[in-house]
T-cell receptor, first 114, second 112 residues
Framework: AQSVTQPDIHITVSEGASLELRCNYS??????LFWYVQSPGQGLQLLLK??????LVQGIKGFEAEFKRSQSSFNLRKPSVHWSDAAEYFC????????????FGTGTRLTVIP | KAGVTQTPRYLIKTRGQQVTLSCSPI?????VSWYQQTPGQGLQFLFE???????NKGNFPGRFSGRQFSNSRSEMNVSTLELGDSALYLC???????????FGSGTQLSVL
């Protein structure tokens, strides 16, 4: 079955520590891949996206993600977390071209402790 | 440039009623998508409109419908509301396919 899996429901990191959020997808072909962030009571903001080409993608706010076809993964990373990064993070895919419909993972809630 | 505007921000309805939510996309954006967000089901795609035509539809019952006007503004309607329809409804706009989606802050619907 087609799916997007974020295995970590909740992650707590100390401010200044590195961060990696996991995302695995299950689709027949390489989908378009995205990471979004949602702060409480807000909509979603795009952090970065992967369509093709270089498998290491740079995004906003110092985030990056690496696409690994062999592992069907698209993990999000940040070398040094700031308190303002506390939010919910969603991995999403568009499984085909000609469509704008995103399929989201269940999200990972990030808590940052001082 | 104004962002995606959704109205109203909060809405309380009772079972059996119907509701209409509104979304004004960013100026120039022709694609509008709708998503439902609940704690149990997460974020789920409802439908997408492009130039007044529904281009894609998610797996929701026929009680959920939408439309897009010539100025790209979009509305979604839910008829015969059920308790399970309580959710945050998010609208997103983009210039076209595979372009960056910009999300509004959503309409929080509570069905009592």
């Amino acid at each position: 079955a087609q799916s997007v899996t974020q295995p970590d429901i909740h992650i707590t990191v100390s401010e200044g520590a590195s961060l990696e959020l996991r995302c695995n997808y299950s689709y027949g072909a390489t989908p378009y891949l995205f990471w979004y962030v949602q702060s409480p009571g807000q909509g979603l903001q795009l952090l970065l996206k992967y369509f093709s080409g270089d498998t290491l993608v740079q995004g906003i706010k110092g985030f990056e993600a690496e696409f690994k076809r062999s592992q069907s993964s698209f993990n999000l990373r940040k070398p040094s977390v700031h308190w303002s990064d506390a939010a919910e993070y969603f991995c999403a895919v568009v499984p085909q071209t000609g469509a704008n419909n995103l399929f989201f993972g269940t999200g990972t809630r990030l808590t940052v402790i001082p | 440039k104004a962002g995606v505007t959704q109205t109203p921000r909060y809405l309380i309805k009772t079972r059996g009623q119907q509701v209409t939510l509104s979304c004004s996309p960013i100026s120039g954006h022709r694609s509008v998508s709708w998503y439902q967000q609940t704690p149990g089901q997460g974020l789920q795609f409802l439908f997408e409109y492009f130039s007044e035509t529904q281009r894609n539809k998610g797996n929701f019952p026929g009680r959920f419908s939408g439309r897009q006007f010539s100025n790209s503004r979009s509305e979604m309607n839910v008829s015969t509301l059920e308790l399970g329809d309580s959710a945050l409804y998010l609208c997103a706009s983009s210039l076209d396919l595979n372009e960056k989606l910009f999300f509004g802050s959503g309409t929080q619907l509570s069905v009592l």
